[in-house]
């Protein structure tokens, strides 16, 4: 079972060399009844502390205003079960509207770039889960009726319109706005307690994305390093399942692949025809990646002279990352390639990859002769060819 983070929604973004570190929030809640306490919670290490709080006016307003060191997480709150999360900065003047009872879908707010931002998604969201709960409504109507199984199998068939719809948004919303820690904060909506938008098993290429550039921008960051810890689980998981799953693909002419190396010649998997061929699929930054490449260097060297050849293909973002890992894991005697489109390869759709290290290797004909051949196994299938 995959471990997800807290249910806290998390958004970041960084404005270099902010001198000014007075933040001000100035709101005003309509239909707010007398007494109401506005409190302000600090995200500290994946846990809520409160560090202000100040009572609403006759008229309904509110001001805070205090120094703030560097971007950080806050829940805006009059209690648990109605709260805003913000993303607040040094320098920032926050103007927000909201019904007292409905913070996390303001009327209006400006100020705060990434507090819009999740303001713009809860909308979306929202109205999705309110599309669902219409079709609950007809279920309980629709209880101890013979059209009841009619019923239930168009509502299957509408939620599941609804369910692609917010999964196809939030993509776009990853996709869109990946710089940023906004894209942390789609990876765990639910549509209801414990019901992800996104699934780790269908969408890890998105978890994928999000953890390569928030590990690149925003390394120290608590809910990256959760993140990552948890992209980590997921590959080793995947890894695991990899090993053990069977050669379906047998038989198949393995597709074409025309990409760069790292010199910029485009390099065919055909060209390696009359060689049994080890077509890797790995990057960089993904750690099964590297902890199998070691064996990959003992393969070849075992083989290459009896006809064996690696065709890899990386899944990186950038040459420099890509080139280093090959030097470092000592990778040079064989064939690589990329197009350093990270999970928008060409060669994703192609071979149907849903997470790395993936290989097939491939007969001198050009044909499957197996899938996922890692460790002991690779190095006895190779073995196997060879001596006869």
């Not at 590990?215 to 959760?226: A, C, M, N, Q």
């Not at 690589?336 to 994703?348: A, E, F, G, M, R």
Request: with cysteine; charged share 25%.
């Amino acid at each position: 079972m995959y471990k997800y983070l807290s249910p806290v929604l998390f958004v970041f973004a960084v404005i270099a060399g902010c001198k000014n570190n007075n933040l001000e929030i100035n709101g005003k809640l309509l239909n707010a009844s007398k007494g109401v306490i506005i409190y302000l919670d600090e995200l500290r290490s994946n846990k809520l502390v409160t560090v202000d709080s100040v009572s609403l006016s006759a008229e309904g307003t509110f001001s805070i205003s205090r120094k703030i060191e560097a971007p950080s997480f806050y829940l805006l709150k009059t209690d648990e079960s109605n709260f805003m999360t913000m993303l607040l900065e040094p320098g920032q003047r926050i103007t927000l509207k909201a019904y007292a009872d409905s913070l996390n879908c303001p009327i209006s707010i400006t100020g705060s770039a990434g507090t819009e931002l999740m303001t713009e998604y809860n909308k979306k969201l929202k109205s999705t889960i309110k599309q669902l709960s219409s079709l609950r409504d007809i279920y309980i109507k629709s209880l101890g009726t013979p059209e009841l199984a009619t019923v239930m199998e168009r509502l299957d068939s509408i939620s599941r319109v609804y369910l692609m719809d917010i999964n196809s948004y939030t993509k776009k919303y990853i996709d869109d706005n990946l710089g940023s820690l906004v894209s942390l904060v789609a990876l765990y909506q639910q549509v209801a307690p414990g019901e992800y938008i996104l699934h780790p098993e269908k969408d890890i290429k998105y978890y994928l994305k999000v953890d390569s550039s928030m590990r690149l921008h925003y390394p120290d960051y608590e809910p990256v390093k959760s993140l990552h810890e948890q992209v980590q689980e997921m590959l080793a998981a995947n890894y695991a399942q990899a090993q053990n799953s069977s050669v379906s693909t047998a038989g198949i002419l393995s597709p074409e692949i025309s990409l760069p190396d790292p010199k910029g010649d485009t390099i065919k998997l055909s060209s390696t025809r009359g060689k049994i061929v080890l077509l890797d699929f790995w990057a960089s930054w993904c750690p099964p990646c590297r902890k199998e490449n070691p064996n990959l260097v003992r393969a070849f060297n075992l083989w290459h002279d009896y006809g064996f050849e690696i065709y890899q293909v990386s899944l990186d973002k950038t040459k420099e990352e890509w080139t280093k890992a090959i030097m470092e894991d000592h990778l040079e005697k064989w064939i690589h390639v990329s197009d350093l489109k990270y999970w928008n390869s060409v060669v994703v759709p192609l071979y149907s990859i849903e997470a790395i290290p993936t290989n097939f290797l491939i007969d001198r004909d050009g044909k499957v002769i197996a899938t996922n051949l890692k460790e002991d196994a690779l190095l006895s299938k190779l073995a196997e060819i060879f001596k006869k």
